[in-house]
C-alpha cells in the first residue's frame, strides 16, 4: 500500500481511541481489528483502557495530524475514495468524550476452521496440527475474569477463533446489568448454532446481528475455508433467517483464492433475500500480499473485472480502484 502524503486531524482523528478497542487472547489489547499488534494488556477493567497512557499517546497524535502505522489500511481506503473503517467510526461516534461504547472481543483463539488468509492467533487445532511449533496450538483465553463492565458500552462483537465454540459469549453477556441498550454481533464461520439459552439472552439486547463469514458458494467455500462444511453453513443460515428475527450479514473476504466464486455467491444470497433481506459485505484482503488480487495476472484481473461489471457485487468501485492501483 502507498505511504499517505502530509496529513492533517481531518485525516487522521478516528474515533475508535475515544470510544473503542479490541480484547483479543493472552489478554493484549488492539485498538481495533486492523492493527497487527497490540498496544497493551489488559488487567480486568475495561473502564480504564481508554484513560490509560496508551491510549492518551494515539488520541494526542493523531490531534495533531500524525499518521499511524497502525492505521495504514484505513488510509489506503481514504486515498481511494472509499468510506475507510475511521470515517465510519467517525460517523457513529463523536470524540467529545472518552467511554467505551463499542467492545470487540475474541475470548480465545479455538476454532474448527484453517483458512489459508488466516492466522495461528485466530485458529487453534487444525493449525496446530500442521504447525506444531506455533505457540498457539493449544488455544489461548483472554482474561480470566473482567472486573468492570462500564454501562456506557451500547455494542458488542464477539471475535473468534469461533465465538459460538464456547459459552463465554453467553457469560459475559449475562454479566451486564442493562441489556436493553445493548446490540450484539456475532462473526461466525456457520459451523455452530446459538443455543436456547442464547437466545433466551438476546431476546433482552436492543438488537442481534449474525455474520457469517462466507468466502464463496459451495465446495469452492470448504476449499477456501478449510474445515467448513458448505450444507451445515446453509443449514444454520436457513434456521435463523426464517426463526428469528436477528440481522443476518454475509461476510466475504475477497482473496486470489475466493474471486472467481463471487458468481455463484450473489445468486446464493439473492435466493436468500427472497425470503427476507440480507446484508452482504466484502472486505478486500490485503495482507499476506500472496492472497492479495493486486497480484492476479492482467487476464485474471480483466476476468474480474468482467464479473464486477455483470453482477451487482458489493465495494465494486473500490475493488477495480484496487486491482488498478500501482503498489
Avoid at 435466493?271 to 490485503?286: A, C, H, P, S
Wanted: overall charge neutral; charged content about 25%.
Amino acid at each position: 500500500m502507498n505511504t499517505p502524503g502530509p496529513m492533517t486531524p481531518a485525516d487522521t482523528i478516528c474515533a475508535a481511541f475515544y470510544k473503542h478497542f479490541n480484547l483479543r487472547g493472552d489478554n493484549k489489547i488492539w485498538p481495533c481489528c486492523r492493527w497487527k499488534t497490540p498496544v497493551q494488556t489488559f488487567d480486568g477493567d475495561l473502564s480504564q483502557v481508554l484513560h490509560s497512557e496508551e491510549y492518551q499517546s494515539l488520541r494526542k497524535r493523531t490531534e495533531a495530524g500524525e499518521s499511524l502505522k497502525g492505521c495504514a489500511t484505513c488510509y489506503y481506503e481514504d486515498q481511494l475514495g472509499k468510506k475507510s473503517l475511521r470515517q465510519k467510526f467517525n460517523n457513529v461516534y463523536g470524540t467529545e468524550n472518552i467511554q467505551l461504547e463499542f467492545f470487540e472481543v475474541g475470548f480465545d483463539n479455538i476454532c474448527n476452521l484453517s483458512c489459508p488468509t488466516c492466522a495461528p492467533q485466530f485458529s487453534s487445532s487444525i493449525w496446530a496440527e500442521r504447525n506444531p511449533d506455533w505457540p498457539y496450538k493449544k488455544g489461548i483465553k483472554s482474561a480470566k475474569k473482567i472486573t468492570t463492565i462500564p454501562n456506557s458500552i451500547k455494542q458488542i462483537r464477539f471475535l473468534g477463533g469461533e465465538a459460538l465454540m464456547t459459552n463465554r459469549h453467553r457469560k459475559f453477556l449475562e454479566n451486564i446489568e442493562d441489556l436493553s441498550q445493548v446490540s450484539v454481533e456475532y462473526i461466525t464461520n456457520g459451523m455452530f448454532m446459538l443455543s436456547q439459552k442464547d437466545h433466551e439472552v438476546l431476546q433482552k439486547c436492543s438488537k442481534a446481528d449474525m455474520s457469517f463469514s462466507i468466502d464463496a458458494y459451495g465446495e469452492l467455500n470448504e476449499k477456501v475455508r478449510v474445515g467448513s462444511n458448505w450444507k451445515q453453513i446453509d443449514a444454520n443460515f436457513d434456521v435463523l433467517l426464517k426463526e428469528t428475527d436477528y440481522k443476518m450479514i454475509v461476510t466475504t473476504t475477497l482473496s486470489t483464492l475466493s474471486w472467481r466464486g463471487l458468481p455463484d455467491l450473489f445468486n446464493w444470497i439473492q435466493l436468500k433475500k427472497e425470503i427476507r433481506d440480507v446484508f452482504w459485505g466484502i472486505i478486500v484482503l490485503t495482507n499476506p500480499k500472496i492472497f492479495n488480487i493486486i497480484t492476479l495476472s492482467v487476464n485474471e484481473k480483466i476476468q474480474l473485472i468482467e464479473i464486477l461489471e455483470n453482477y451487482d457485487i458489493p465495494e465494486t468501485d473500490y475493488i477495480l480502484s484496487h486491482i488498478k492501483n500501482v503498489n
